[in-house]
């Protein structure tokens, strides 16, 4: 019942999950198994990027649940990704021990730099994987509550709401830029030892965490879809288009939106949690404004309002980019405007508006 | 100054935390012992020191059929953003029932309370499909937790198929809200207010753009819906107020100009210079 409510009709979906579920298998595979001279051979680099790719994908997917079905538009969710990688990054940063360069067995090496007499309060906890794990989800969720809740009660909507994410994300940059904050100034958090006693850089643990990725984004996946297809799902529609209408069928729409957003925020801490580990830093960078702006074309590009659009447009344009920027560097920027431009005008509802006309006309 | 007045009004002591406080119970205690469902008590409301509604006093019976009607911008609209808690009036009082002030509820209270309303323009869910958007209205739990993990009961498809039948929706069911000819749109949305159980219906222009042929079908509707419910209806059209009217009142400059039959507004002598006299 409950399989068929979550996949019935959901083709595209279906197929993006068995995707990643052939990649969760294929990718170690080729990767451990194949030796180097095989043509199938999947170099650890590749791994590493492709297991960033599906951190970005998690971002994309959090982002759409709020903007494609509640629609709100949120140009700040990288202050959630990065505070879920912030929290990751001090579990990492807590890892490392005496093995930093001052040798210093409690305090991290900025921290010895900048002269600290002890571990701030904030990073209390940080040691143990499971507390770190609990604040990547905890963190991101609490800000987003009480963000999000002064934001819905004061019916702050639209092009506003999108405009103070940016004021957020913004404020976040120039907080964790600051050496005062103790979070590593504008250096971040880098040199990762090990994760769980596993060395970070070894091949096998990127495969494991190319792994996880994978299957944390299924699983958010299916979780985001028995969201959208229960009634609350329906209500979130029903706000999205004739919000009023809702209020006066009897919703708290505020506390739909709410939940929703938390929700949301959580699958980005997760993200970013994810992230950190694979490309080995975290810094205020991620609090950068463009970079919440780059995740919404993800969405725009993949096809809004599908959830697995999002996944999709994450991979295009990701991929896309990392084209780019090693064989034209200094094309990227333009090329993804014209691609924003090109999406707008040509293709509204995103790549996956493509297939989904193909469909109709087909007479499915 | 606007900043600490928001900031204070944010952070109000009776408000912080609401969304962790209990869902008022659906059904308000409405106290009708003397028959008034809906008092509106001397309310004025003002945009940028215009004047919307001006003292306004207005009874409503239980189970009555009443129209309003008045000119562009008399405020019958703005009347009912003040009833169903979407604007609020700068002075004044209103009252469902004896007991209950409906200036101290949000708009989902007041909805859930009993008050349903339709839009000028007609509002419905567009993107749902029109089984969905009566199964949304119906009175059940509207907390987020409990809509997360709903199942539809045998009950509540039947008395989805009930309302699909009253608006004359049944082969329609399947189709998005978005695809229904306008005067479906009309229908769709009061068979949506019909789902909520109210007690009380405010409808603000529901025959604006039908046909006649819909437009009497409409009549017969919110003609068979009063006595069981009370009906407010807000209409232009005086053909249509003529068919449907027992009791009218007339709004001027936001406040009332006449009240009484059909017949006695007609030689109303204020009512003809301000607004049928355009008519005849
Ligand atoms: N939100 C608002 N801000 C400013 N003026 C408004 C607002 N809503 C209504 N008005 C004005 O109040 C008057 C009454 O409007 P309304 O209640 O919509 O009239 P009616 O429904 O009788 O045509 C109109 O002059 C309208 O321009
Ligand atoms: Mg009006």
């Known amino acids: 019942m409950l399989t068929r409510r979550l996949f019935l009709s959901d083709w595209g979906g279906m197929t993006v999950l068995v995707l990643l579920l052939a990649m969760a298998v294929a990718v170690p595979y080729a990767n451990l198994v194949l030796p180097p001279e095989s043509p199938w051979h999947l170099s650890t680099y590749w791994v590493a990027l492709i297991g960033k790719f599906l951190t970005f994908a998690l971002l994309a997917l959090a982002i759409d649940l709020i903007w494609g079905y509640a629609g709100i538009l949120s140009l700040g969710h990288g202050a959630f990704f990065g505070l879920g990688g912030y929290a990751m990054g001090m579990y990492l940063t807590r890892q490392i021990g005496d093995r930093g360069v001052y040798g210093n067995p409690e305090l991290p090496d900025f921290m010895v730099f900048l002269s600290y007499e002890s571990l701030p309060w904030y990073w209390w906890g940080f040691d143990m994987f499971w507390f770190a794990m609990l604040m990547v989800v905890l963190v991101p969720g609490l800000l987003a509550l009480v963000f999000g809740w002064l934001a819905f009660r004061s019916r702050v909507t639209g092009v506003y709401f999108a405009i103070i994410t940016q004021a957020l994300v913004f404020a976040l940059m120039l907080a964790f830029f600051r050496n005062e904050m103790g979070f590593g100034g504008n250096n971040g958090l880098t040199d990762f030892k090990d994760i769980l006693g596993f060395p970070v850089q070894a091949r096998e643990t990127r495969v494991a965490l190319f792994v996880v990725s994978a299957l944390v984004l299924i699983l958010a996946y299916v979780a985001s879809r028995f969201i959208v297809t229960s009634r609350f799902g329906r209500v979130l529609i029903a706000v999205r288009d004739a919000e009023s209408r809702a209020r006066f069928s009897g919703y708290r729409v505020e506390h739909y939106k709410l939940w929703l957003f938390v929700f949301s925020a959580m699958l980005a801490g997760i993200a970013g949690a994810l992230y950190v580990p694979q490309v080995g830093i975290i810094n205020p960078g991620e609090f950068a404004p463009l970079r919440s702006i780059e995740a919404v074309l993800w969405v725009a590009v993949g096809g809004r309002g599908s959830l697995f659009g999002a996944i999709i447009g994450a991979f295009a344009v990701n991929g896309a980019k990392t084209w780019f920027t090693t064989a034209y560097p200094m094309v990227w920027l333009f090329a993804l405007g014209a691609l924003f431009v090109l999406v707008t005008v040509f293709l509204p509802r995103g790549l996956v508006g493509i297939f989904r006309r193909r469909r109709r006309e087909g007479g499915a | ?280």
């Not at chain 2, 978005?178 to 009061?190: N, P, R, V």
Request: hydrophobic share 40%.
């Open chain 2, 1 to 280: 100054m606007s900043v600490l007045r928001n900031t204070r009004e944010a952070m109000r002591r009776d408000r912080v935390f609401g969304f962790l406080q209990p869902e008022p119970d659906f059904a308000l205690p409405v106290d009708t012992s003397h028959g008034t469902i809906l008092y509106v008590d001397d309310v004025s409301v003002r945009f940028d020191g215009f004047l919307a509604l001006n003292r306004l006093n207005l009874s409503i019976d239980e189970g009555e059929l009443r129209c309003i009607i008045g000119p562009n911008g008399a405020g019958k609209t703005t009347m009912m953003d003040v009833i169903t808690g979407k604007t609020r009036p700068d002075e004044g009082g209103v009252f469902f029932g004896q007991n209950i002030d409906l200036l101290s509820l949000d708009e989902y209270q007041i909805a859930r309370g009993g008050i349903g309303r339709k839009f000028q323009k007609p509002t419905v869910f567009e993107a749902l499909s029109v089984f969905d958007n009566l199964e949304l209205s119906m009175a059940s739990d509207k907390g987020a937790w409990k809509t997360l993990f709903h199942r539809l009961t045998p009950e509540q498809r039947t008395r989805i198929d009930e309302v699909l039948e009253m608006v004359g929706l049944e082969q329609q069911r399947a189709r998005m809200a978005g695809a229904l000819s306008h005067g479906q749109k009309q229908w769709l949305e009061i068979g949506m207010l019909l789902m909520q159980n109210p007690r009380v219906l405010l409808v603000d222009e529901p025959v604006a753009g039908m046909t006649g042929d819909e437009t009497e079908r409409t009549a017969e509707l919110l003609v068979s819906l009063a006595g069981g419910h009370t009906v407010i209806v807000v209409e232009h059209d005086m053909a249509f107020v003529r068919s449907i009217a027992r009791r009218v009142t007339v709004l001027h400059q936001g406040s009332v100009l006449a009240e009484g039959s059909m017949n006695q507004i007609q030689s109303d002598a204020k009512v003809i210079e301000v607004y049928l006299g355009e008519e005849a």
